[in-house]
C-alpha cells in the first residue's frame, strides 16, 4: 500500500507536507520521500528507508535541507519515490499508489517501441513508479499521459505530481478504489490519501475526487483537467482494515462503520442463536476492536482488553518483510492481563482473517494465560482471492489464504468451484469450513461478517464497492 500528501502555498509547503507524510505512515513500512520546488533552487528530492525507523525520524532536518512553497511526499511499502523525471513534459517529481499486474507487459512495449532504457533495480525489476511516468510521458500533456496509463494498466494508479513551476497534478485511480482529497486553507491547497491529515494541519475539505477525475492545483485554487468517471469500485477493506479510524471515505467515517460492523455481526449472532455464553467481548488490536466495541454494545455482554499492546519501541508487526520475523514482533507486543484472561471464556473479534499465523500465535498465547474458551469472529467475510487491484496484501498465491488452504484439505481442488457455498454459514460445506478452523486453532467456536453485513455497515451501493477477495467479483 502507500498514501501521499502533497500542498501547493503562498508561503514554505515543507512543514504542512512533512506532518501531512508523516500521518499516512500507517500505510506504509519500507520508503518515505519529499520532493520539494523553490524557484530559486528547482526540484529537490530526498527518499529514506523507515523500515527499522518511522518517517518523522529519518526527515527531521528536511527544515534546513528543503525549501519551497510546493511539496510533495510518500510513504511506500514497495519502490523508493517520488521519482524525479525529466522528459518533453519537463522537469517533475511524481509518486504512485497502487499496482500495476501487467508491468512486464508495458516494460516490453515501450522498450520496444522508444528503443530506450529503465533504471533496474536488484533482479532486474523496475521502479513502478518509473513506469508510469514512462506511459504519462508518451503522450503530449500530463492529463493525456494519465489517462493513458489509467487506459493500459491492468491493476490500479494514483497519481501525484510536482511540476517545475510549482504546481501540482493529482489524478485518482480509473475506478476509485483508493481516496484522493483536496483540501483547502485561506493560503494554500493541498492533496491528500487521509482526510484527518488535512484537517490537523488547519485546511478544510474541499473537494473528493471522483473515478479518474485529474485536477491541477495552485495555491489559489485548482481546474479540473479530466472530470470523474461514472463507475466507482472503493475498495472495502479501506473501512474494515487499513484506513485510519478518524478518516472519512466518500462522507463514510470509518470509525462509525466499524461500530456499526460489530453491532451487525452480534444481531446476526442473536438472530441464528449463536451468541456463546461468554465474560468478555474484546478485539484484536488495533482495527478489531472498534468492531469489538459495536459487538459489545449490542450484545449487552462487557468489552474488555485481555491484553495490550506495547508499542512505543515495537513496530507495526507486518513490517518485517520475513513473516518468522513478523510473528515474533506481534509476539512480543503482546502483554497479557491475566485477571482479564484466567478462568474466562472470551470472544475475540479481529478485522480480517487472512491467513491465520498471527492469529493462532495470539491464540495460544491466551491459553497459555489461563483462558478457559476463546472464541472468533472475523469482521469480514472469509478472504478467497488475493488482491490483484491494490498492493496491501504480501500474498503470491490464494494458497496462502487460510480459507483456501482448508479448502483444498477438505475437497481439493473441486472445492474452490464451491467458494461462495463456504464462505456461507448456512450450508454443509461453509460450517465444514468452520469446524476444520475451529480445531486447527482451537477455537471454541467461529463466524464471519456476511457479505451484506459489511455492506449495510458501509452504507455505499454494493455496485460502487468492491468486493474482489471475498467474492471475486470484478
Known amino acids: 500500500m502507500g498514501g501521499f500528501f502533497g500542498a501547493v502555498t503562498k508561503n514554505s509547503a515543507i512543514s504542512d507536507v512533512f506532518f501531512g507524510t508523516d500521518y499516512h505512515s500507517h500505510l506504509g513500512t519500507r520508503r518515505g520521500g519529499m520532493a520539494a520546488y523553490d524557484p530559486k533552487i528547482g526540484l529537490q528530492r530526498d527518499i529514506h528507508n523507515i523500515e527499522n525507523s518511522p518517517f518523522r525520524t529519518k526527515f527531521e532536518r528536511v527544515f534546513e535541507e528543503m525549501s519551497g512553497s510546493s511539496a510533495i511526499g510518500c ?24 499496482v500495476i499486474r501487467n508491468a512486464e507487459e508495458l516494460y516490453d512495449r515501450i522498450l520496444t517501441e522508444t528503443r530506450g532504457h529503465f533504471d533496474a533495480m536488484t533482479g532486474g525489476r523496475v521502479n513502478s513508479t518509473e513506469l508510469a511516468a514512462s506511459l504519462i510521458n508518451q503522450k503530449d500533456s500530463f492529463a493525456d499521459g494519465i489517462r493513458y496509463a489509467h487506459e493500459v494498466i491492468d491493476g490500479s494508479l494514483s497519481v501525484l505530481i510536482l511540476k517545475d513551476g510549482g504546481n501540482l497534478i493529482a489524478a485518482r485511480d480509473r475506478m476509485g478504489r483508493l481516496p484522493v482529497l483536496i483540501g483547502k486553507r485561506e493560503d494554500a491547497y493541498c492533496v491528500s490519501f487521509e482526510s484527518f491529515a488535512f484537517l490537523k494541519l488547519g485546511y478544510s475539505q474541499e473537494k473528493e475526487l471522483g473515478p479518474g477525475e485529474i485536477v491541477e492545483l495552485t495555491a489559489d485554487g485548482y481546474r479540473v483537467l479530466q472530470p470523474p468517471g461514472d463507475q466507482m ?7 474494515t482494515y487499513y484506513g485510519y479510524p478518524t478518516s472519512n471515505y466518500e462522507g463514510v467515517n470509518v470509525e462509525a462503520m466499524r461500530y456499526r460492523n460489530g453491532e451487525i455481526m452480534a444481531q446476526n449472532d442473536i438472530d441464528r442463536g449463536n451468541l456463546p455464553e461468554i465474560d468478555y467481548v474484546c478485539g484484536v488490536p488495533d482495527s478489531g476492536t472498534p468492531h469489538a466495541i459495536g459487538y459489545s454494545t449490542r450484545s449487552g455482554i462487557p468489552f474488555s482488553r485481555p ?9 507495526r508487526s507486518f513490517m518485517p518483510a520475513n513473516q518468522n520475523d513478523r510473528d515474533q514482533v506481534a509476539k512480543m507486543k503482546q502483554i497479557p492481563v491475566h485477571e482479564l484472561i484466567q478462568n474466562r471464556n472470551l470472544l475475540f473479534v479481529d478485522d480480517s482473517i487472512v491467513r491465520g499465523t498471527q492469529l493462532k500465535e495470539t491464540v495460544d498465547f491466551l491459553y497459555e494465560n489461563g483462558a478457559k474458551s476463546v472464541h472468533m469472529r472475523s469482521a469480514c467475510p472469509p478472504i478467497m482471492y488475493g488482491c490483484k487491484y491494490l498492493n496491501f496484501s504480501r ?23 464451491h ?9 454443509e460445506r461453509g460450517q465444514a469450513m468452520r469446524r476444520a478452523i475451529c480445531e486447527r486453532f482451537h477455537f471454541a467456536t467461529l463466524e464471519y461478517q456476511t457479505l451484506e453485513g459489511v455492506i449495510q455497515s458501509i452504507g455505499l451501493p454494493k455496485c460502487q464497492l468492491c468486493t474482489y477477495c471475498w467474492n471475486g467479483e470484478e
Open 75 to 98: 510513504i511506500s511499502d514497495t519502490d523508493p519515490q517520488p521519482m524525479l523525471v525529466r522528459s518533453h513534459l519537463g522537469t517533475y517529481a511524481i509518486a504512485t499508489i497502487g
Open 233 to 239: 469500485k472503493i475498495c472495502s477493506f479501506l473501512w
Open 307 to 315: 491484553f495490550i499492546k506495547y508499542t512505543p519501541t515495537w513496530p
Open 395 to 417: 500474498a503470491t498465491s490464494d494458497l496462502e489464504l487460510l480459507a483456501r488452504r482448508v479448502i483444498l484439505e477438505l475437497e481439493g481442488e473441486e472445492g474452490f468451484e
Open 419 to 427: 467458494l461462495d457455498e463456504y464462505s456461507d454459514s448456512e450450508t
